[in-house]
């Protein structure tokens, strides 16, 4: 071949056009759209104190002894807002009324 490039057998394929059928053609008016509207319920904000009776102020201090215990507290402090992953603790211990984390570290 004059290109350099070789024909390997292979043919290529014809594209063939069907034509659309009446019934593969899918109108708007086809089907009922339901009348009823989507409503998502959300569950009520969750309040102090949880449902196994964790105070926020018990939340709080077991959060904070608990990113304290980590061995890289006192060099990530100087570096990092630790208080935002204290937050994010309390959180969620209400929102998972988490008591295992709280109890674990009421009795340090």
């Known amino acids: 071949m004059p290109d350099g490039f070789r024909h390997m057998g292979r043919r290529k394929r014809a594209a063939v056009?069907?034509?659309?059928?009446?019934?593969?053609?899918?109108?708007?008016n086809d089907f009922?759209?339901?009348?009823?509207?989507?409503?998502t319920e959300f569950p009520p904000?969750?309040?102090?104190?949880?449902?196994?009776?964790?105070?926020?102020q018990q939340a709080t201090g077991a959060c904070q002894r608990v990113v304290k215990s980590y061995a890289a507290y006192n060099v990530?402090?100087?570096?990092?807002?630790?208080?935002?992953?204290i937050t994010t603790c309390v959180l969620?211990?209400?929102v998972g009324n988490a008591a295992q984390v709280v109890l674990l570290y009421e009795k340090t």
């Not at 056009?17 to 009446?22: I, L, S, T």
């Not at 990530?76 to 992953?85: A, G, M």
Request: glycine share 2%.
């Open 17 to 28: 056009e069907q034509e659309a059928e009446d019934d593969d053609i899918i109108l708007p």
């Open 32 to 39: 009922q759209i339901p009348v009823t509207p989507n409503i």
């Open 45 to 56: 904000p969750p309040t102090w104190p949880t449902p196994s009776g964790i105070t926020e």
């Open 76 to 85: 990530c402090r100087e570096y990092v807002d630790l208080e935002s992953f």
């Open 92 to 94: 969620n211990v209400q």
